[in-house]
């Protein structure tokens, strides 16, 4: 097992690395020129020149890309902003929190709402309820979050006057909404795989075999169904996590959240690509280490993973043994 | 069934030995599902309106009117006017127009680029296989909106820009759904036997992979296509993508968030447009799965 997770993080660190390098060449064709963002319209010649020194511009790309490398990893560092002349890190320090938070309590959301629904709509498939369900998850799927979010303002802060419409505004309030519209793709896309994984395994022979001893319908669906139907669902909630920290780039705007999205919108159109950089770096690892963690926990809960892994080296037995579904 | 089916299924492209048995299958357990055959009407009325937005648009989109600005719903126009003054209704028809042009450009670069990588996956194998996964791997791991907003930042506003923006973002699915599709018919017998008498590959892999691909294929492009239209305007949304004067809803509700306390038709309408064709696309993209794969279940 040990050796699983060992080459997972082995294969991870590559991924990284390729990725810091690629969004560093972006950053580097975009357009504008960062020095003279820094400089305003009067400079001179000499003025250029120095300031462009000062931040290893005018080096070749490659000693660039390898400055970039080492200080990020070796100091953690990002560099410095164009826009605020600060450590970009310290910009973003207090902005991370806000918006890792925003996500995880988006996809406990999504988890609280989507499993007992997708149980639900399987356990009664084609029940009024299993057709509710159905109806939702595809209306859900359909209305784009940005506007959904657009919609909650007009009713909740401008209508009823319930909620603060800007975040920062009102405390813990003002995260409602942004942590609910953040979540409705989520929610519609998780309810609807977990109801067919549910249906895949109610209809496999283990559950008929748990019946037919007798026992009730409530065990049968939690000791048996239930276990094996969430262990797809975990890597869909991984996906789910990373797309919901990618899409807080369009809701953090909507409410004005103080977070990475929001930053990233403000950096690009500022042309401080330090910022842009270091922000989809972050985000990038940040969803690279949420789905290497639900691997590695996915392959903890399977036991058909755990026994290929703990089979090694040892005699060989077969790994498909007690109840476990076959997946399709 | 089969009475009826002559050149109705022509646009479905399922090729087989039996044509017309086929597609009349596919047609019968399409029409069956009602919810499906109502989101394939939503996504012709898209296309419809998509073609033909200058007759059916009663104001020219860009016509500016300060006089009547912000007018709520009337007849005169249905959805109101913007800041401008200009007619909300025409402008979402033509809207329309931007975002399935966009939607289908940004489709269809994702499906070659990612079609041929999972191709070459899938059929080669081995070296190919790995590498090529290595490139997928890190692709799936920037999130995709993250993606296409740097992207669309660094190539600037426009149609062609935002295409390419978006299609990055679904060359991965497309990639690993080729691969995996041909993973599994690699392994069959008639590919088997088409080898041993004598087939090249590039024989095989048109005559007898490729049509055994289509319907998982067909299926991706329309469930793909709605998720562009949602991308495009939302990059268009946060100030990226496709900006005025070309017209798109994602712009339009941008421009509508900035007036959202006093004015509502701007920020209602065009959300509404974009979340009816996503309906329409993901019902359609849901109906064609099941009427061509009628192996997969629920």
């Known amino acids: 097992m040990l050796r699983y997770v060992v080459s997972r993080i082995l294969i991870m660190i590559p991924t990284v690395l390729a990725v ?5 060449a972006l950053s580097r064709m975009m357009p504008g020129d960062p020095v003279r963002t820094i400089l305003g319209s009067n400079y001179t010649e000499a003025q250029y020149k120095e300031m462009s020194e000062r931040m290893g511009l005018d080096k070749p790309y490659v000693v660039q890309l390898g400055n970039y490398l080492y200080n990020l990893v070796v100091k953690h560092d990002f560099g410095i902003s164009y826009t605020t002349s600060r450590p970009v890190l310290d910009d973003l320090r207090s902005r991370m929190k806000v918006t890792f938070l925003i996500g995880t309590l988006s996809c406990l959301l999504t988890s609280c709402i989507a499993i007992p629904l997708g149980i639900i709509s399987a356990v009664r498939q ?3 309820m299993d057709y509710g369900v159905s109806f939702l998850s595809i209306l859900m799927a359909a209305l784009p979050n940005f506007w959904v979010a657009l919609m909650c303002i007009i009713l909740f802060c401008l209508r009823l006057g319930w909620l603060p419409a800007t975040a920062a505004l009102g405390g813990w309030r003002g995260y409602i909404l942004p942590v609910v519209c953040n979540g409705t793709l989520s929610i519609a896309v998780t309810t609807r795989q977990l109801r067919s994984s549910m249906l895949d395994v109610v209809s496999q022979d283990y559950e008929r075999t748990a019946r037919a001893k007798g026992l009730s319908e409530r065990q049968t669906i939690i000791n048996h169904a239930l276990k094996n139907a969430l262990l797809p669902i975990l890597p869909v909630l991984g996906t789910q996590f990373s797309m919901i920290i990618g899409g807080s780039v369009v809701i953090e705007n909507i409410f004005s959240v103080p977070g990475m999205g929001s930053k990233l919108v403000n950096s690009i159109n500022g042309r401080d690509y330090n910022t842009v950089l270091a922000i989809t770096i972050l985000i990038s690892v940040f969803s690279i280490v949420v789905l ?3 691997d590695i926990v996915s392959a903890f809960i399977d036991p058909r993973v755990k026994a290929e892994f703990a089979s090694r080296g040892k005699k060989r037995r077969l790994p498909r043994t007690g109840e476990v579904a076959s997946g399709r | 069934m089969s009475e009826n089916e002559k050149g109705v299924g022509d646009g479905l492209g399922v090729v087989g030995l039996k044509r017309h048995s086929q597609i ?3 047609l019968f357990r399409f029409r069956k599902h009602k919810v499906a055959v109502a989101g394939f009407f939503v996504v012709v009325l898209l296309a419809v309106v998509a073609a033909f937005a200058p007759a059916l648009a009663r104001y020219n989109p860009s016509a500016i009117d300060p006089v009547n600005a912000l007018q709520f719903p009337s007849a005169e126009h249905w959805f109101g006017t913007d800041l401008f003054g200009r007619d909300t209704f025409s402008r979402i028809l033509y809207g329309g127009r931007t975002s399935l042009l966009v939607a289908l450009l940004g489709c269809l670069v994702s499906m070659v680029i990612g079609g041929t990588m999972g191709a070459l996956a899938g059929y080669k194998g081995d070296k190919v296989d790995v590498a090529l996964m290595r490139i997928i791997d890190i692709m799936v791991s ?3 909106v993250l993606l296409a907003v740097c992207i669309s930042a660094l190539l600037g506003a426009g ?3 935002t295409a390419l923006a978006v299609s990055v973002g679904g060359i991965p699915q497309n990639a690993l759904l080729l691969r995996s599709t041909i993973f599994g018919i690699r392994s069959q017998d008639y590919i ?19 049509p055994n691909c289509m319907a998982p294929l067909i299926i991706n492009v329309t469930l793909s296509l709605g998720a562009n239209i949602l991308m495009i305007s ?27 306390r006093q004015f509502w038709p701007m920020v209602v309408f065009p959300g509404m447009a974009i979340a009816i064709s996503m309906l329409g696309f993901n019902l359609f993209g849901d109906g064609l799965r099941d009427a061509l794969d009628p192996k997969q279940k629920h």
């Open chain 2, 234 to 260: 939302g990059l268009s949304f946060i100030g990226l993508g496709v900006q005025p004067p070309t017209v798109e809803w994602g712009a339009m509700l941008n421009e509508g968030q900035t007036v959202i």
């Open chain 1, 292 to 294: 290497l963690l639900v």
């Open chain 2, 24 to 26: 009349g299958d596919v």
């Open chain 1, 20 to 24: 810091i390098i690629i969004v560093f």
């Open chain 2, 192 to 210: 088997e036997a088409a080898k041993t008498y004598g087939s090249r590959d590039l024989r095989v892999i048109v005559k007898h992979v490729l």
């Open chain 2, 142 to 144: 920037v999130p995709g």
């Open chain 2, 159 to 161: 149609v062609w820009q």
């Open chain 1, 126 to 128: 084609n029940s009024v």
